[in-house]
């Protein structure tokens, strides 16, 4: 069982930057994919970002638009997200999840996630 923890969330205003992190209990954090999905009220989980554990990076290209950058630190465990010129439409909360497989971009290719950390952008 892989365990993730997602921090870093929080009130912001548009404009201003922040960046999540999310810790992984595993030893084995190295050999997985690790990736970012949001969900805002009343909306389906949405895409993010996903590297790969040998840093294939895949971006949602609808809204990240070069304002997201995800990495990942294996010899701390540790995944990132920073995000930089936040919109109020940034608002939900942010997932981090866990596969063995490659790459994807659907949700039910990610077997192990966190709890979420909340973002609200204010206007």
């Known amino acids: 069982q892989v365990q993730v923890v997602e921090s870093g969330g929080g009130l912001v205003q548009a404009g201003d930057s922040l960046r999540l992190t999310c810790t992984s209990s595993?030893?084995?954090?190295?050999?997985?994919?690790m990736a970012w999905f949001r969900q805002a009220p009343g909306k389906e989980r949405e895409f993010v970002g996903t590297i790969s554990w040998s840093g294939v990076i895949i971006y949602n290209p609808n809204f990240v638009k070069g304002r997201f950058t995800i990495s990942r630190d294996n010899a701390k465990n540790t995944l990132y997200l920073q995000m930089n010129s936040l919109k109020p439409e940034d608002t939900a909360v942010y997932y981090c999840?866990?596969?063995?497989?490659?790459?994807?971009?659907?949700?039910?290719?990610?077997?192990?996630w966190g709890q979420g950390t909340q973002v609200t952008v204010s206007s």
């Open positions: 999840a866990a596969t063995m497989t490659r790459p994807s971009t659907v949700v039910s290719s990610y077997k192990y």
């Open positions: 595993t030893r084995a954090f190295s050999a997985y994919t």
